[in-house]
């Protein structure tokens, strides 16, 4: 573990916000990850880095025998009814398996069974490779769901052998908009994925230090205690808060090879954006989501609904979702539209010659909105109600997320009171924290700001957000 080079791990992670922010086409639209139905897995050791600069032992599943171990897991992406095929293979000193909630096994071969489930039993020596052990199942219900490794889940998990399985409905390619369930009360238009962990370095320490022969490495990782587990580092997609914004591998230029999903939800006015939360530690994680509430639609990859009803007529709004370990949770946020502000959110329907910025008008639809702009015809040209403070009056921040007017798409030149720091919104987006709203979540091993949060970034119209 190494600490020394924390300075250099916020200049860059500075940097790539830099960039998320000024081409805002690298945020991925639908979760990234691979498609099956069929996966070849390998259990395999590696490292990550964290927010703080400093670098974590890992346990996880890589996507291939060439591929390196990735945390959190690869994300598998099937359809309905698709008969899944997981081929589980091991390189590690102790044995491993995978466990899938919500899913009805229809057979699991090769290995030896363990307490849960089948296992691949530890290499016998290093760098060999034991397995495959294989798991099917049926797809037959869409959701998202948590898979995980069985065996000795304590630890294992700890490590980082946990990952996320979403399956889509049927006729999902061709539904515009797309639906999580099948149903249009599902509808979104952007998707993200929120998988929630936590971790004590001290643990990852102790497997990382554990040497000598497998049998020896193998008594000495028995002896981990992990009822003291202590958390200090929490992550969003297996990385912690400024990196949870930086492009996704491989565009990193290999500074995060092993954690290749971020997460930096945007938006444009008027679209919905589901939220697949998957809370994949052994903690429960509040998460927050400002700017609105989201409606949470569905738990476990089940709708929550009546038995006499095919849309999610339980479904409940909420600012703050908190999830047991373990459970998955989709919520919609959105759609964002600035509605009954008060004033126009989009600026004077002059619009901003100096800064190139054309007038724009509204024409409102039966509800109110102008359908192809989504602003709220009511407030139209409505100035804000409040005397903007003088530049030399405002503090940035250190990740200068405010556009330089209260305007959406009207970013202005913030440079005299940001000296030397990056302008990671220079296309005027609303950006809306969303973060754990455990305070102590907000942090990388005792340094704030870090930890289990991100932005929401709603874009003008103008800008594509590449899907």
Partial sequence: MNRKHSIRGYAVALLLTALSGIFPGIAAATILGVTGPTFDLYA???NITTGDGDSMYMWGYAFGSGARMQYPGPTMIVNQNDTV?????????VPVSIVFPGQTMGSVTGGVQGLLTREVPAVPTHGSTTGPVTYTFTASQPGTYIYYSGTRPDLEVEMGMVGTIIVRPDGFDAMSPKQAYGDPSTAYEREYLFLLTEADPLIHQKAAFATGTIAQIQAQLARIDTTTRHPVDWFLNGRNLPDTMADASPATDGLLPTQPYNCLPMA???????????SAGADLHPFHTHGQNHLIIAREGRLLKTGASDSPDLAVSDYTTTSIPGETVDAIWGPWTGAML???????????PVLGIPPHTCTP???GFDPTTHEWCADHDKPIPVTLPAESNITYGPLAFYGGTPYLGVPADKAPSNPGLPDVNTVGAYTFMWHSHSERELTTNDIFIGGMGTMMMI???????NP
């Fill in 85 to 93: 095929t997981i081929n589980l293979y091991n390189q590690l000193p």
């Fill in 342 to 352: 008060g004033w126009d959110a989009y600026g004077p329907a002059a619009g901003f």
């Fill in 44 to 46: 395999k050791a590696d």
């Fill in 365 to 367: 639809d039966g509800t």
């Fill in 268 to 278: 444009h006015p008027g679209e919905r954006v589901l939220m697949r939360m998957v």
């Fill in 459 to 465: 874009l003008p119209l103008s800008y594509t957000i």
